[in-house]
């Protein structure tokens, strides 16, 4: 050919199209981040007990935010999406948000309050940073190293917002868990029907749903395992943390996922 043409070529991500799917176990993932990372500092540790360990939250925040940064290494050398590669990855942003916003609001003394206002600016900034490298922030565009590191950063950061969220709702805002839960699931209703009935761009509705289902999943979690007298249920972290990650695998087996895609051109003469 003497003259350029352009082909308009299907570019695969390296994560899950956003589908029903998608969120259900996004859900599950924020969940068991919740519990398992509590049942490391609060019950193996002894945070929430009269024998603490001195740096209980600092010790889970290194091993989680360890097997984070292994995570996404491994997820960013594979040449394509693996459903369980990015399961595990998306499960360990969320146990070392958890564990970091503990370590942030408690240990640090920062509060809830202080921690959600500081992380929603970072979880803005990595967005901002993302959208200022390459001109969109849509999770579409996910296959290069560069995209992966701006994507992960911003899922670090609003996974652990969403833990900040979840507790400031429920404590100084007032709400309880079980209360949380639904205030929470509510927002997200509101979300997907702006994405049903507006001209809302998709792209900010996603991560608005994205960080909105952190503090859900964050509530959820501390229904199941806090105390009755304190609006919960009483399952231990342990066990509630092995209910979920069961439910996440069967999801991942059974109900089937692919890749997300955008359309991009290559130049051929």
Not at 117 to 137: P, R
Request: charged share 10%.
């Amino acid at each position: 050919m003497t003259a350029s043409s352009i082909d308009m070529r299907a570019v695969m991500s390296k994560v899950p199209a956003v589908t029903l799917t998608f969120w259900i176990i996004k859900i599950l993932a924020t969940t068991v981040g919740e519990t398992g990372g509590d049942t490391v500092t609060m019950t193996w540790l002894g945070e929430t007990t009269d024998h603490p360990n001195p740096n209980g939250y600092l010790i889970g925040t290194a091993i989680f935010l360890s097997a984070l940064v292994v995570m996404v290494i491994w997820q960013t050398m594979a040449k394509k999406f693996h459903p369980f590669l990015y399961w595990a990855t998306i499960v360990a942003s969320t146990t070392a948000g958890t564990t970091m916003a503990d370590f942030a609001d408690r240990s640090l003394g920062i509060g809830y309050t202080g921690g959600s206002a500081v992380l929603f600016l970072c979880v803005i900034a990595s967005l901002a940073g993302w959208y200022w490298s390459e001109g969109t922030v849509s999770v579409n565009t996910v296959n290069t190293p560069r995209v992966e590191a701006f994507y992960w950063i911003t899922i670090t950061f609003s996974q652990t917002l969403g833990t900040a969220l979840g507790d400031w709702a429920a404590d100084t805002g007032g709400l309880g868990y079980g209360d949380g839960v639904l205030v929470f699931a509510a927002g997200l209703a509101l979300i997907a029907a702006a994405y049903y009935l507006t001209k809302i761009s998709h792209v900010v509705l996603f991560w608005l749903a994205f960080i909105l289902t952190r503090p859900l999943g964050a509530t959820a979690g501390d229904f199941l395992d806090k105390p009755i007298s304190d609006g919960g249920l009483n399952i231990s972290r342990p066990m509630a943390s092995l209910i979920i990650a069961v439910a996440i695998v069967i999801c991942v087996l059974v109900f089937p996922q692919r890749a997300g895609s955008h359309t991009a051109s290559a130049t051929s003469s």
